[in-house]
């Protein structure tokens, strides 16, 4: 199995500023390696949580990495979870959160049998919680082209998504598809080979794994979540890895340090929301050419990170 290499980890501690004693929270526990540094710093008079909605994961860090750190305590939950988790360990708040979003090595590495990879032939299932909701062969038996053709487009950019929708469905209806490689091989049907010599397949299975898992959902409630467990001067960090989860999370960080969600023609302030957060990060940050060289997966990474207002800054207190 392939081992998960922690994405920008200078950078995430850099800005997360763990101290020995504090409370970090790792929303996206995966393979833990974030998770080990904030352990090594925080020290055993801190604390760290660590989330993750793979009960594989919780399980790997349960036995590998617990014994190690008794200042790690993991739950399995999904992050919009977070509150409530929070209010139970550590009802003063968090002093960091970190959510390093997608898909673990440990996840799609080929012969994991999860159904992320289409290099293998597993079970279509995709989901990252196999515990809950439906896995991705049950919801391509449910949906119909038009829905399936959206989800292709919206959460893939598949520029295909009406030809790949009708060939799923009409392959489907003829058979079950029931494996990953009996859907990559009906994509690659039909979709031409691109240029960048990316597999055909490859925005299918991030559209359904995006769906299945309802990512974007679960990001916009993980973030509104972390933004409500951080204790004032706390950091968030966040790592996304595509175009649609950057933009979520660049919103809601514009939105929480704005406050006032008011129309701009209305003169003074109905709605009383002041700023939350002030930003950590003008811009996103982008690996180094050497991490991408050594890490291919950090490739499309993007870091945004803010720091929850702090009390004496003068703004009301949410
Ligand atoms: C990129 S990996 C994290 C890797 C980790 N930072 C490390 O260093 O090994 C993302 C993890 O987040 C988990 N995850 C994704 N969405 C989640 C959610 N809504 N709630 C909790 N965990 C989630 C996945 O199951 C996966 O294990």
């Not at 988790?85 to 959510?99: F, I, N, Q, R």
């Not at 009409?170 to 009906?186: F, I, K």
Request: overall charge negative.
């Amino acid at each position: 199995m392939a081992a998960h290499i922690p994405v920008m980890l200078q950078e995430c501690l850099d800005l997360l500023a763990p101290q020995p004693g504090e409370v970090m929270l790792d929303a996206t526990l995966g393979g833990g390696g974030h998770a080990r540094a904030l352990c090594e710093v925080v020290g055993e008079s801190g604390r760290v949580i660590g989330l993750d909605k793979d009960p594989d994961a919780i399980d790997v860090a349960a036995r590998g990495l617990a014994p190690h750190y008794p200042q790690l305590h993991v739950v399995h939950a999904d992050f919009g979870e977070m509150a409530e988790v929070v209010a139970e360990l550590s009802p003063g708040g968090v002093d960091g959160v970190l959510m390093d979003l997608g898909v673990s090595s440990m996840q799609i590495d080929p012969g994991s049998g999860r159904g992320f990879s289409f290099q293998g032939d597993e079970p279509l299932d995709m989901r990252m919680d196999p515990t809950r909701g439906e896995s991705a062969a049950e919801l391509l038996g449910r949906v119909d082209a038009r829905e399936l053709a959206d989800i292709l487009w919206r959460y893939g950019d598949e520029r295909h998504s009406r030809r790949v929708a009708r060939a799923v469905l009409d392959a489907h209806a003829e058979e079950p598809l029931r494996t990953t490689a009996q859907l990559a091989d009906v994509v690659r049907d039909v979709v031409p080979p691109s240029r960048d010599g990316l597999d055909p397949a490859t925005r299918t299975f991030m559209a359904l794994r995006i769906r299945v898992n309802r990512e974007l959902d679960a990001l916009a409630e993980g973030l509104d979540a972390a933004v409500e467990v951080l204790r004032h001067g706390g950091r968030l960090v966040v790592l996304a890895y595509h175009s649609g989860e950057d933009r979520i999370v660049k919103h809601l960080i514009a939105g929480e340090v704005r406050g006032c969600t008011c129309p701009p023609e209305i003169p003074v302030c109905m709605c009383g929301r002041t700023p939350t957060l002030t930003p950590l990060t003008k811009k996103p940050l982008r690996p180094s050419e050497a991490e991408t060289r050594s890490n291919p997966r950090a490739r499309s990474c993007r870091l945004r990170a803010a720091q929850r207002i702090r009390q004496e800054d003068g703004h009301g207190d949410p």
